[in-house]
């Protein structure tokens, strides 16, 4: 029922509200068919930049390309996108079906063809039963549904999702990230979803294009940026839990390179590392952090909550949060000292400074 799929190009595109600059110079291409995840905190210009894309917002600088197309002049209904809503954007007192087929009689197609493409887009969806229902009638992830199924008979070219799941319950946002998924790889339409939320960015996209302060932070597959994080920003903001940041010095001991943390203990690292210098920040994702009595990295237990799956351990260490998760169900009491190792192959460093990663 899609439209052919067409290639995005996002070229330094600028936009600021008032004086405060909200999008500087942002350059993106994304290729047919594939699934971008806009990530990044709440204020970083993500939601803002999807609206320049859409046609609701302007952009004060810089240009928008969908195929061949340079769009950033045009009308929202010129672009050939459409868009799912946070907010669903139902209008209450039109039914389903005349809720989907709304923007087709705007166009004045033929009843038959909007018949068509409605009932297939129901029947794609799950909604075939629900066409007479008013959205007061329908749960949340069938409103949401019913949001899909409005820009699909529109047959687009692309497809915009601003936040579609943060409405719903957790064990539903797991349900409908797997349908909006299966929807993709069924339509074959390139797709931009905008979200804060890791888990969503992860097992979704093709590739996750991180945001932090109106600029591109990085660009890359889920685990490229999960495995090899470009700064210290991205490091904290992909994975959950939140990556452990550990600051201390590099230093040449007889085994090699070793970083030393601010209280003084020296935790190895692999023949790959840095040559010693001035201050870095070690990062260590929790799971990565195993029990270990004797282990250099040690802390006094603050709470533990155990999941059923895996066991979270919060610990305090040299005046800071250090945050482990292991598949040992475990108990400690509160102040209890807890030691824990790490592969070396597991440390991210980054400069103390700009915030970089190191090369190993």
Request: overall charge positive.
């Amino acid at each position: 029922m899609s439209g052919p799929a067409e290639r995005v190009v996002v070229k330094g595109v600028e936009k600021s509200f008032g004086r405060t600059q909200v999008l500087k110079g942002v350059d993106l291409e994304i290729d047919p068919r594939e699934f971008v995840i806009l990530l990044g905190p709440s204020g970083c210009g993500k939601t803002t930049l999807l609206r320049i894309i859409a046609g609701l917002e302007r952009s004060d600088a810089g240009e928008i390309r969908i195929g061949e197309r340079r769009v950033d002049g045009l009308e929202p209904k010129e672009r050939d996108v459409a868009m799912v809503f946070q907010s669903y954007a139902l209008y209450p007192h039109m039914n389903v079906f005349d809720n989907q087929s709304f923007s087709l009689r705007l166009r004045r197609m033929a009843r038959t063809e909007i018949r068509d493409r409605v009932e297939r887009a129901a029947q794609t969806l799950g909604l075939e039963k629900l066409l007479d229902r008013y959205p007061r009638q329908l749960s949340g992830g069938q409103r949401q549904r019913v949001s899909m199924g409005r820009a699909i008979v529109r047959s687009p070219k692309v497809f915009l999702f601003d936040e579609p799941l943060s409405n719903l319950d957790a064990q539903l946002r797991v349900h409908m990230r797997g349908e909006i998924k299966s929807l993709h790889h069924q339509l074959g339409t390139t797709s931009i979803y905008v979200t804060h939320d890791q888990i969503e960015a992860m097992t979704m996209g093709d590739r996750i294009v991180v945001m932090n302060g109106g600029i591109i932070e990085q660009i890359g597959s889920p685990l490229e940026v999960f495995d090899r994080p470009k700064n210290r920003f991205v490091a904290g903001f992909v994975g959950s839990p939140a990556m452990n940041f550990i600051d201390g010095t590099l230093v040449g001991t007889s085994s090699g390179t070793a970083f030393r943390t601010t209280d003084g203990r020296t935790v190895p690292l692999g023949p790959s590392a840095p040559p010693p210098g001035p201050a870095v920040t070690a990062g260590i994702r929790p799971h990565h952090l195993r029990l270990d009595p004797t282990g250099p990295i040690r802390g006094a237990a603050i709470d533990v909550q155990p999941t059923g799956v895996e066991t979270i351990i919060l610990c305090r260490w040299n005046s800071r949060d250090l945050l482990a998760q292991t598949g040992e169900r475990i108990r400690a009491a509160a102040g209890e000292q807890l030691g824990f190792s790490v592969d070396p192959a597991n440390i991210h460093l980054f400069d103390g400074t700009s915030g970089e990663r190191l090369a190993a």
